[in-house]
């Protein structure tokens, strides 16, 4: 994460905040310093472990559809979905943001500060400025042409019509009002009073740049739709792979589940001794089928009947172990039927499968412990890069355009529809071996952060590779889609063309995922790991280092 986040973490540790405390004030710092991937105007998944309850809890604060939504909100007037693009930068999109209720929450239940003293250090970083970074300017860069379609956004990121130069300062003083106000009033100043009625105003008219001729289209958001709001705090998803105990976050997430599948798949092959590219062959005919599911069932536990005992039972894994062959599939497979693994008789209605659709690849994740044992993953986004492209105007903060995740054709379990949470694939993780804390993940990367944190774990885990190998390796991201997305360069490998071997195609990207990770080493020391090169890399660091040699 921004070494300015990292810093402001560390600062709360050692004020004497927890790691839920430490975590609110570097996410309130990532929504200064990248606003383009998470912020106030957004939503996320907090994964929280209680050392002294020895119990892991999950904070769902993802954005909600409001109570205009509905199934056909996302199709023209002739049956066909509206254009990506054009959903993304709308009004449409834009979901009630869930950040700062859960900020809230997590400080109120689970942290030791209140919001003054864990925004202040967001608030003195947003009023004196920070660097702008190569990522930063490359980002307002392939966002400037929209950018420039609102008024607020392109007074607050193209200052003078231009690009920020690499290197400049750049402040948000809007945004440090807007933080104020909240560390004094709370979440009740953003959900109710003027912060709300701003934020429906501009998803309801967007602040159009006079002529602008693109079709930006608005939303229906109502006061009471901010108003009614509100977080949950829900059990996570509990799996085990190899005697550890892996903990994920729940639906609407799919990272849960989707990872708890296709570990419980991979649980019967011994990865670690056989040849590395049967390995990863089985790693990512796994993840393929744990994606057919995925698409297949779910969505918003609130609204779609998932089969989530067969989806995590051991005995349904084994099934679909079965349908992995010597070659890799040659394009999507067909989900399984996890509903033969209920105990109960299984519902006569089924949802229909359906592949994925396109989803976007912001988003922020981190990662924090504190003295007494307590560990807080995080990730937390707008969606896209720059969200929806709106900057709330005179507060600083853009607006998600989270409903994009929704499968925009009904009938699906993520099909659209009024005050319901589009599905996510966000992953904050937490395993623990014998009781004890052993590793706390996470990433961005939209649907490709459930197998940056699936290949993650194997790496640790069945590939003995140390912390920061774990992380730097080249990524490869199977999503039951007929080519597997790999990291530029891999294709050329010796493993690439082994897998060639096997059936696999690829379609080559520059980087997948920006994942963080805590290690928990045997001598009780802890290993905080950043990306080295992704995203520009990341940041990590740690309130009392370990002294040299020991
Ligand atoms: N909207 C995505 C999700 O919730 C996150 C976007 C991203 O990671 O880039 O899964």
Redesign the pocket.
């Known amino acids: 994460m921004n070494p300015l986040a990292t810093q402001a973490a560390l600062q709360i540790l050692s004020q004497g905040g927890n790691a839920v405390d430490a975590a609110v004030a570097a996410a309130a710092v990532l929504g200064v310093t990248d606003p383009y991937?998470a912020g106030i105007g957004g939503g996320g998944f907090m994964v929280i472990y209680l050392a002294k309850e020895r119990r892991v809890v999950t904070i769902d604060h993802?954005e909600t559809a409001p109570a205009s939504f509905h199934p056909r909100v996302f199709l023209e007037a002739n049956g066909q979905p509206i254009p990506f693009a054009e959903r993304v930068t709308s009004g449409l999109s834009v979901g009630v943001p869930g950040t700062v209720m859960g900020w809230e929450e997590a400080l109120k239940r689970y942290g030791t500060m209140g919001f003054a003293q864990v925004l202040a250090p967001a608030i003195r970083i947003a009023e004196q400025g920070f660097p702008v970074s190569e990522t930063f300017a490359q980002q307002t860069r392939a966002n400037q042409e929209r950018f420039n379609y609102f008024t607020s956004t392109r007074s607050l990121f193209l200052p003078g019509g231009q690009v920020p130069a690499v290197g400049s300062t750049f402040k948000n003083p809007d945004l440090a009002r807007t933080y104020r106000s909240i560390a004094i009033g709370g979440s009740r100043i953003f959900y109710r009073g003027p912060i709300a009625q701003a934020i429906v105003d501009t998803v309801n008219r967007p602040p159009l740049s006079p002529g602008v001729t693109a079709n930006v289209r608005p939303g229906r958001m109502a006061l009471s739709d901010l108003a009614d709001y509100y977080a949950r705090i829900l059990p996570p998803v509990v799996s085990s792979y190899r005697g550890y105990t892996v903990y994920g976050m729940g639906l609407p997430?799919?990272?849960g589940l989707t990872i708890a599948l296709a570990l419980n798949i991979l649980e019967g092959f011994n990865l670690g001794a056989l040849p590395r590219e049967q390995a990863l062959h089985l790693y990512l005919e796994a993840s393929r089928l744990a994606f057919a599911d995925r698409n297949a069932y779910m969505g918003d536990i609130g609204f779609a009947d998932v089969p989530i005992p067969g989806l995590l039972s051991k005995a349904y894994a084994e099934e679909q172990r079965k349908r992995i062959g010597q070659r890799a599939a040659e394009g999507a497979v067909a989900p399984g039927d996890p509903y033969r693994f209920f105990e109960e008789p299984s519902p006569v209605l089924r949802p229909r499968a359906r592949n994925a659709s396109w989803?976007?690849?912001?988003?922020t994740h981190l990662t924090v412990v504190d003295k007494e044992g307590n560990i807080v993953a995080y990730?937390f986004?707008i969606?896209?890069?720059g969200g929806n492209g709106m900057v709330v105007p005179g507060y600083g903060f853009l607006l998600n355009n989270?409903l994009?995740?929704f499968d925009p054709t009904a009938p699906h379990p993520n099909a659209p529809e009024a005050f319901k949470r589009?599905?996510?694939?966000?992953s904050p993780t937490l395993v623990f071996k014998d009781g004890r804390p052993f590793m706390a993940l996470g990433?961005?990367?939209?649907?490709?952060?459930i197998t940056t944190v699936l290949q993650t774990l194997l790496n640790v885990i069945d590939f003995q590779m140390s912390w920061e190998e774990a992380v730097a390796a080249p990524r490869l991201s199977q999503r039951n889609l007929a080519t597997t997305t790999v990291e530029r360069g891999f294709e050329t490998s010796a493993l690439a063309r082994a897998l060639e071997g096997l059936g696999h195609r690829w379609t080559v990207t520059g980087e997948i995922g920006a994942a963080t990770l805590i290690g928990f080493n045997p001598d009780g020391s802890l290993t905080a790991v950043a990306e080295p090169v992704r995203r520009g890399g990341g940041s990590a660091g740690v309130v009392q280092p370990k002294p040299e040699g020991r």
């Open positions: 991937s993802r997430s799919s990272g989803e976007g690849e912001s988003t990730t986004t969606e896209s890069i989270e994009t995740d589009p599905r996510s694939s966000m990433s961005p990367g939209g649907a490709t952060i």
